[in-house]
């Protein structure tokens, strides 16, 4: 995928913990105080937001199945996660989120349940026009299970092989995404 194939009309996907925010080494943030956007994710998110016609937040929270938050406390952080982000000038079109255990669930992540989600509510994405964004495997395996493009960010797990067949394009963090993205979109 070359990023100068891209265009306004694009479709953008994130994951959240780990390309949003600092991820818990394996646990679960489970309510505003402890989630910590990333130094740069605002601004990134900022100077995506003119770049795509719609971005949508896909994340499986499993905190909230096996019950150590509710839906409440799920719906508290993305309040305020989103007013940070729209006081930065960035937006999110949509957040899609799934709760399920079993990893056999039509809606979580590395199923893509969330993504024809998005294609009900948004008729017009073209998933060969759309692009996911997310710091793990599963992340990509979405993206490639719903037939979009795939950008892996290596803020949590660096050592992902590379090339990979999965992963059509790697950046170290979501700013660096974002400034290569504009600066085609310039030339």
């Not at 150590?68 to 007013?83: C, K, R, T």
Request: glycine fraction near 6%.
């Amino acid at each position: 995928m070359d990023l100068k194939d891209t265009s306004v009309d694009w479709t953008l996907f994130l994951d959240r913990d780990g390309v949003l925010n600092i991820e818990k080494d394996d646990d679960y943030i489970l309510n505003w105080g402890e989630f910590q956007f990333y130094p740069t994710t605002l601004e990134a998110l900022a100077i995506l937001r003119p770049l795509f016609s719609r971005i949508f937040l896909v994340t499986n929270q499993k905190g909230v199945g096996k019950g150590l938050m509710s839906l409440e406390d799920l719906g508290n952080i993305h309040s305020n996660m989103l007013a940070a982000i729209q006081a930065k000038g960035g937006g999110l079109d949509h957040l899609f989120f799934c709760t399920d255990l079993d990893s056999d669930s039509p809606n979580r992540k590395p199923n893509p349940g969330m993504a024809f989600q998005a294609k009900t509510l948004y008729p017009a994405v073209d998933f060969t026009k759309s692009m996911m964004v997310g710091n793990r495997p599963s992340d990509m395996a979405f993206g490639k299970n719903a037939g979009m493009h795939t950008v892996f960010v290596a803020t949590t797990h660096p050592q992902t092989e590379d090339p990979h067949s999965q992963i059509d394009l790697r950046f170290n963090n979501l700013l660096e995404f974002a400034q290569a993205v504009k600066a085609l979109r310039k030339s």
